[in-house]
């Protein structure tokens, strides 16, 4: 049937005013979010969802960059080739014209970006190493950035070093979490969908609590113990979730726990979405057997410079194009392109423009595929990506707790002074902490801190101390080492 004049009028004021009504919503702090989402429930729960979650949470610039995803997985390598060498190009005249780091760079080096052509031309600049970053933080700022919209976002410290960095969260969020959406649809997701976190998230009180908003359930890392574990499998039996969201080593501590009770799987768990950690083939083939789901990996980094996940058909890393730039270099910096041969993931951001990253050095490894996924996309592939390890720690009681992404999500301007970390354990329920302060901080200052803080995440089953130090040692591959474990451990 023809629609008249006045049923599309009806239409337009329709959207109109639901869009008035998401703006005002998504405009409200979270925690009104959260209470006008329990007072709804009775009332609209049929659209309930549909109002709440990442969509209201993030608001239009999230909508924006999902519903551009959902489109532009499907198109053309040539016009994903054109997309990618224009957001290329604009970012390297945003960093010339606005950051002072980059233009001093550009000239020592004759770079121009208005003769980029190709990917490949990026190789006349030299890489960006966290010193780099940290040295010259305050010249990568853009100047065309009010500098009270910044945020400091600190890097975990699973590699030894901390790092701190600028960027404008009112838009480095929402566009994150469209990708991460948008990837985690591949193997299922929805809108509304209930999930289990189980990464780094720090309780105020007692190891659990509910964001209603996201419809999720959050298991604190720190509090997987012999004791809490049984109640862990108890509320995620309640909740009833399709999807459990974890580091790698927090969902191996879980389904150790439950291979030896003799847990049954969750029978709604569609699958498990791990990050922050190299998922090894032994790990993806005891959490499949014991949760008797699929286990879905992504890549990524809290520098947002590169991020990459699996899709329906394949373990293959799919890289976003729109996300960056991602290139691996041998060790003389030189690139990589023989299939299988590993060489260190160099990354180039286009999310954050208010302090880019470009040819960043992730300290991690990577290996090419040249293969097409069945599943259609065309995408960069990564075949594999290692470096990215954890590894434990003994508690008092003798529970194992993974001393990794959960321990150490810390993302204030504090941590990010500390130069270098390292935590050494030759008894259960005891823990030394070596660190290396930066500048403009002090030994006694940064040893407080670190207690403090530490203490927070594993003070009821460690005793902690700090011992601050000029250096510490790297690995005879020029790494840094964030755990020295001198206790035998079987897992």
Request: hydrophobic share 35%.
């Amino acid at each position: 049937m023809e629609r008249t004049r006045e049923d599309m009028r009806l239409e337009s004021s329709r959207r109109l005013l639901l869009n008035f009504v998401r703006n005002a919503f998504y405009s409200l702090p979270l925690e009104f979010q959260h209470v006008l989402n329990r007072a709804s429930a009775p009332y609209v729960s049929p659209f309930r969802y549909g109002l709440s979650g990442y969509p209201v949470r993030y608001g239009p610039i999230f909508r924006q960059q999902y519903l551009s995803l959902e489109r532009s997985q499907w198109e053309d390598p040539e016009l994903i080739q054109a997309d990618y060498l224009k957001r290329l190009r604009g970012l390297l005249q945003h960093a010339n014209s606005h950051v002072p780091f980059y233009r001093r760079m550009f000239q020592e080096h004759g770079f121009s970006p208005a003769d980029v052509e190709s990917v490949t031309d990026l190789r006349a600049l030299p890489c960006l190493t966290r010193d780099l970053v940290r040295d010259n933080s305050d010249q990568m700022i853009a100047d065309n950035v009010e500098r009270s919209r910044l945020t400091v976002i600190t890097t975990g410290g699973t590699s030894g070093t901390p790092l701190g960095f600028y960027a404008d969260e009112t838009t480095f969020n929402p566009t994150e979490w469209a990708f991460l959406v948008s990837m985690w649809r591949r193997v299922g997701y929805r809108f509304g969908d209930k999930s289990v976190v189980l990464r780094g998230n720090v309780p105020q009180t007692g190891s659990h609590w509910h964001d209603d908003a996201a419809r999720q359930l959050i298991l604190s890392s720190f509090h997987m113990t012999a004791e809490t574990l049984q109640s862990y499998v108890d509320l995620i039996k309640k909740f009833s979730p399709k999807f459990i969201l974890a580091y790698p080593s927090s969902a191996m501590v879980l389904a150790r726990y439950m291979k030896e009770n003799n847990v049954d799987p969750f029978p709604t768990v569609k699958a498990l979405l791990l990050a922050s950690e190299t998922v090894y083939d032994f790990q993806r083939d005891s959490l499949e057997e014991v949760f008797q789901c699929r286990v879905f990996s992504w890549y990524g980094h809290t520098e947002r410079a590169v991020l990459g996940g699996e899709c329906e058909h394949s373990h293959y890393y799919h890289l976003f194009p729109e996300y960056g730039i991602t290139e691996i270099v041998d060790k003389s910096g030189q690139p990589v392109e023989h299939e299988n041969e590993n060489g260190e993931i160099v990354a180039t951001g286009f999310l954050n423009r208010a302090m880019p990253f470009i040819r960043y050095r992730t300290g991690d490894v990577g290996a090419y595929s040249s293969e097409k996924c069945v599943c259609g996309r065309n995408y960069p592939l990564l075949k594999r990506v290692e470096g990215r390890t954890y590894e434990y720690i003994v508690a008092t009681d003798g529970s194992l707790i993974p001393l990794g992404p959960a321990i150490f999500a810390i993302h204030d301007a504090k941590f990010a002074t500390i130069k270098q970390i390292q935590f050494i354990q030759e008894k259960p329920g005891e823990l030394l902490i070596h660190a290396v302060r930066g500048r403009d901080t002090s030994d006694e200052e940064i040893a407080r801190y670190l207690l403090t803080t530490f203490d927070r995440k594993l003070g009821a089953l460690f005793k902690l101390s700090v011992s601050m130090v000029d250096e510490v040692p790297r690995t005879s591959r020029g790494k840094h080492r964030y755990l020295i474990q001198k206790i035998p451990i079987g897992i």
